[in-house]
């Protein structure tokens, strides 16, 4: 039982193991990320709510890991920390030329929109709550692979490739989704970011 | 791991990101806030992706973080335009459509 315990144990009042490591390691990550996401919100200075906002990206990158989404856990890390909080400060450098506390950050009757925040929190946890009390995310999070059968194969060659669970990781499974099922919305994607790009540039061009 | 304790994480999130949204008067503090409802988005659509096991969900993330990039880039564009005319990013001080 102490040895189990380490691992895995009990939910209290049920008999499903949960796995603890993992469990502590999402607590933590969690509650760094809601600090500091309330620093991006209630911080006096613009770029110190940058760097939070650095610190709440890192910990959603940490949970797509524990999650076995790796590849997305890192176009996050890269699209995120890389690109849009250096746009960021890029932003904050250009519109206001002083770097120190700035008491006009928040409106004067902020009471509210934490009024808005705190019900909108409520009533999407009871949801949450009532609606998903049991769902469990699986322990095992690798995806299967569409079976590798090579053209003209015979039916013999078929049946084993079906037999056998072709388990990869998700970075395969997701390029495969992401070029088959998904190619058009992929492309599609692509011009919107081109015409993003060129967008940005003829709004923020001095003509 | 359960998944209600992702999108109970996910929810915390995205209110704060809805109370910057409205209390924050700086436009770049705005666009920080809107990011960390996508964050929001994007740990909803993995926790449900990998309850399912069906990869669509990451596929979708991923188009949520480009969206978002595209997003954060035309964001900037204006405030920076909307800086150069009137000299200030408050947020309370553009009511140019006001009748």
Redesign the interface.
């Known amino acids: 039982m102490a040895l189990a315990s380490a691992a895995s144990m009990a939910l209290p009042g049920t008999d499903d193991p949960i796995n603890v490591s993992q469990t502590v390691g999402f607590g933590v990550i969690a509650v760094i990320m809601v600090v500091s996401a309330l620093r991006v919100v209630t911080t006096r200075n613009v770029v110190h709510a940058a760097m939070w906002l650095v610190m709440v990206l890192a910990g959603a990158a940490a949970q797509y890991v524990l999650l076995a989404a790796e590849f997305v856990a890192v176009a996050q890390v890269m699209v995120y920390i890389g690109a849009v909080v250096v746009l960021f400060l890029f932003g904050v450098m250009l519109t206001r030329a002083r770097l120190g506390t700035d008491a006009d950050l928040t409106r004067k009757n902020w009471y509210g929109a934490a009024f808005v925040g705190v019900v909108m929190l409520a009533l999407l946890s009871f949801s949450l709550v009532d609606t998903f009390s049991d769902a469990k995310v699986p322990e095992d999070r690798r995806t299967g692979l569409a079976p590798s059968v090579a053209p003209g194969a015979s039916a013999e060659e078929v049946e084993a490739a079906l037999a056998d669970p072709n388990v990869g990781s998700n970075t395969a499974a997701v390029s495969d989704s992401l070029f088959s099922q998904y190619l058009v919305p992929f492309e599609v994607v692509s011009v919107m970011l081109t015409a993003a790009l060129i967008g940005a540039i003829v709004i923020a061009r001095r003509d | 791991?359960?998944?209600?304790?992702?999108?109970?994480?996910a929810?915390?999130?995205?209110?704060?990101?809805?109370?910057?949204v409205?209390?924050?008067?700086?436009?770049?503090?705005v666009?920080?806030?809107i990011?960390?409802i996508l964050?929001a988005v994007?740990?909803n659509l993995?926790?449900f992706?990998?309850?399912h096991?069906?990869?669509?969900g990451?596929?979708f993330?991923?188009?949520v973080?480009?969206?978002?990039?595209?997003?954060?880039?035309?964001g900037?564009?204006?405030?920076?335009?909307i800086?150069?005319n009137r000299h200030s990013?408050?947020l309370?001080e553009l009511d140019l459509m006001k009748g």
């Open positions: 791991m359960l998944l209600n304790q992702f999108l109970l994480l929810a915390a999130l995205f209110s704060i990101g809805v109370y910057g409205i209390a924050r008067r700086n436009g770049v503090a666009l920080m806030s990011e960390l964050n994007n740990i993995i926790a992706s990998a309850v096991g069906d990869l669509s990451q596929v993330a991923l188009f973080i480009a969206i978002a990039a595209a997003e954060v880039g035309v900037l564009a204006i405030v920076l335009a800086y150069r990013v408050d309370d």
